[in-house]
Nanobody, 125 residues
């Protein structure tokens, strides 16, 4: 059974940093892509960053490029999202998601099938 559990959210001031963690189980990164998505109040969910299955290529939304970094610790079955230079517009519930994607890149617009419960990130001015 695929499971994802996020942690690490919280409240910070603008310019601060947070690191989100996604503890995964039930699959390997060889055949599953993992991504971070977010949803702010009154807005649609948007893709933030993904790390592809297999070679571990990464992709980022334009709004977070240069500020956020996604990474995987395969030994711990954990995916991280390091968020630096946070802005108030980064405030959202952040979700970790996984997708079966052997041999292709499940990008930011892909329909990820497995989701965590989310963790709140609040950035104050």
């Amino acid at each position: 059974e695929v499971q994802l559990v996020e942690s690490g959210g919280g409240s910070v001031q603008a310019g601060g940093s947070l690191r989100l963690s996604c503890a995964t189980s039930g699959f390997t990164f060889d055949n599953y892509a993992v991504g971070w998505f977010r949803q702010a109040p009154g807005k649609e969910r948007e893709g933030v960053s993904i790390i592809a299955s297999g070679d571990g290529g990464t992709n980022y939304a334009d709004s977070v490029k240069g500020r956020f970094t996604i990474s995987v610790d395969s030994a711990k079955n954990t995916v991280y999202l390091q968020m630096n230079s946070l802005k108030p517009e980064d405030t959202a519930v952040y979700y970790c998601a996984a997708a079966w994607s052997p041999g292709f890149v499940a990008g930011l617009q892909y329909n990820y099938g497995y989701w965590g419960q989310g963790t709140q990130v609040t950035v104050s001015p």
